[in-house]
């Protein structure tokens, strides 16, 4: 049983880099508009979706398919936070909570009316696992590290070197404050939406690579990111990072005593053990 | 079509005790709840489990379900009660998933995703297929009237005007010296139980449960019927449960009525309908018809007053 532990290991920090995509989008959303935004669910599955029409219809490769899950995905997100979710914010965060459960299961419905409730897998060669001594890696899984590192590092890049970034990080810090210097907050909002959006659509084509995918993909995932996104503190980048190896990492490590379906139950433990110690998260601001 | 009509007032009637429930915690403390279908399951497992595994009188299941809704309820508030409400949020909605990933894993106690089947109802083998349906209709209504007596009482008392205070503002409800904490867990102990109820009654009367029942969308159900009806007020959710189950059902109907759509298809539209309709709701009528009561029944409010008392404005 201790031998497994490597492997659970290796496979946590795949499942936790790639679970740290939607975890940036969620979180960074979360720092700019303040509100969990829970139509993260439908984002990811509607990118998912994207990349599948993009890999199976159009013969794209993971890549380009991954650009496609990131645009269709981050429009979807531009267009439901400008039409639903922003005419919500005057009325309070919770209510626009809620609004987004209900957009989330209007979206989850709109992909289910489309293509149906069953399976579907990606074109993707068929590649045999990489053996290193007991270690099993698969290519296409270090092929997913990879690209979340690169999109990890393409976030952190944005956010410190770009004026974009920049003003971004300094309306999640202080908008009143923002607003004197000239940034135009609505301009941010709209952006974050869309890469936030984007992200997801990425993270919820990534999490389908390896298994399969379906209307509920993304809602099966939510968990999970929010767990990502609480444990390293909602609000910080570098947190939700550090949230979702965290959440990984336990989540594979739990299978040593509890059966795979339990995945999303660890992510909700891991938010609730992490609220009773240390509410604001691993790297994140106060809670309550 | 009566036995339809029939069914149709008894959904109405769960709807209602869930409203009334999320009334207490949301409308009259102003605690976030997005996991409500989660202690609805509580309620219908616990009810299920005791009568048709230990053969209980439904009875006893029934208090049972009332009673563990209130106990989950107490522990996920103690738990929560010093979050900020967006965390709340994330935590009702994921113990409600978490609840449902359990009951669909852990076979040996709920049957997983099968469900449990043959839940005993009351007088259901004496009194024939539409003779339980009234019985039930009618138990259904007078649970109903009793909750929303006991619950309009709780609001016009000392406690629920506390509850109201600290919805408004808990530090001055601190300041004045009421203990804030006790009262938002008593609030979710209160609510849960008539949500915990609820989902009893359910089990017992469709005689069959399974994980994919409790989904978050019935929790939108009930903020729809609240939010129809109007927060903060036990008239206006029972009359907004009415309108929900009326509304679902109506769509139920439109659907057919589209050519060329498959069986998924018209569900999936059925869901998109509903979810809209929350979306425009919560958007143009956050009052709901009917407003809440100014703290004493025969006093009419000040006009203006409305919108500064109204949660979803917190």
Redesign the interface.
Known sequence: MLSEIPQLLINGIMAGAILAVPAIGLTAI?AVL???N?SLASHATIGAFAGYVANTQLGFSVVPALFCAFLVAGLVGLLSDEF?LK??RS?????T???S???T??LE??V??IF??SLNGYDLPMQRDWRFGDLRIGPQQVENLAISVVVMAVVFAFLSFTRTGKAMRAVADNPSLADIKGIDAARIARIVSFAGMGLAGVGGMLIGLDTSIDPLTGFRA??SV??AA?VGG?GSIPGAVVGALTVGIGEELSLLFL?P??R??I???A??LV??LR?RGILGQR?? | MENYLIAMGVSAGIYALMALGLNVIWGMAGL?N?GLVGFFAVGAYTSALLTTKLGLPILLGVVAGAGMGALVGVLVAL??A??????L???T???A??LR??A??EVWLTNGTDGISGIPGPFRADLGPVGFNLFFLILVAALVTAVFFAFERLSYSPFGRVLRAIRDDDQVAAVAGKWVIAYKVQAFAIGCAALGLAGALYGHYTSYIAPEIFV??L??YI?LSLLAGGVGNNRGAVIGAVLVVAFLESTRFIIPLLPGL?A??G???R??I???A??VL??FR?QGLVPEAHSHPLIPRQPGAAAKES????
């Open positions: 979360y303040r509100f969990p829970f639903v005419p919500f009325a309070g965060f919770i209510t909570a809620i609004g459960i209900a957009l299961i209007a419905n709109v289910r009316f149906g409730n939510m968990l929010f767990a609480v909602l059966s379906s339990y999303s139950v992510g909700f433990l938010i609730l609220l009773i509410p809670a309550y | 976030v997005l738990i929560t010093r979050l900020r409400g967006d965390y949020a994330i935590v909605l994921g113990f998933e978490a990933v359990i669909s894993n978050p969308l929790t939108l903020k498959s998924v298809q569900a999936a539209l869901e998109i509903v979810s809209g929350l979306i919560l958007r956050t949660p979803t404005h917190a």
